[in-house]
């Protein structure tokens, strides 16, 4: 049981990393839209690559961010029920959960964005627009990275789950036994 605790141990560190990373990131997509703004308000004029940057960084965000909000439990679930229910049958729902859904769902993303993101940097695309950002498969191959964390965060919230079923589960600081 010590392993699977130092497992989730490091998965979660992980995505704590990259979700500090990305939150960076966060503030260079409203430095962005703010620049965008002016420009189209204030000067009449707009440019495609900065478009481009807003959607390019919003992307990223949102891929490399969602292991890190699973890790902080910040992913929509229906909490009417589930907020009611005991610490084990919260852990029950999370592992259902995880088996039923979360698993199969990144499998097939993984699997199919793995060829496209290939295929994109064989390509070394870039935008199809004129003055567009020149790295498009970069943002591609941020698809299956992104559900590879989601995924290995997936496996913690699995072993945490698995533990608290069985009695063998710790709380992080300050949040249930999950």
């Given amino acids: 049981m010590d392993l699977l605790k130092s497992i989730a141990k490091r998965i ?21 839209v703010f620049v965008d703004v002016v420009m189209r308000y204030a000067f ?12 390019h960084l919003f992307a990223f965000i949102f891929l490399m961010g969602a292991g890190y909000t699973l890790l902080h439990d910040g992913h929509v679930r229906v909490d009417i029920i589930f907020q009611r229910l005991s610490t084990r049958g919260q852990a029950w729902v999370n ?13 097939l993303v993984i699997v199919t964005s793995y060829g496209f993101a290939a295929e994109s940097f064989r390509l070394m695309e870039g935008s199809p627009d004129p003055g567009g950002i020149a790295y498009r498969y970069v943002l ?4 299956p990275l992104g559900f590879s964390l989601f995924t290995l965060q997936g496996v913690s919230l699995f072993i945490r789950s698995l533990l608290t079923i069985t009695g063998r589960g710790e709380s992080r600081e300050g949040e249930v036994a999950i």
């Fill in 12 to 32: 979660d560190a992980i995505n704590e990393w990259v979700g500090r990373g990305v939150s960076w990131v966060t503030t260079g997509l409203v430095v962005v």
């Fill in 44 to 55: 009449k004029t707009s440019f495609v690559f900065t478009q481009e940057l807003e959607w």
């Fill in 140 to 143: 591609k191959a941020c698809i």
């Fill in 95 to 107: 592992l259902i959960g995880c088996l039923v859904f979360l698993f199969p769902g990144c499998y």
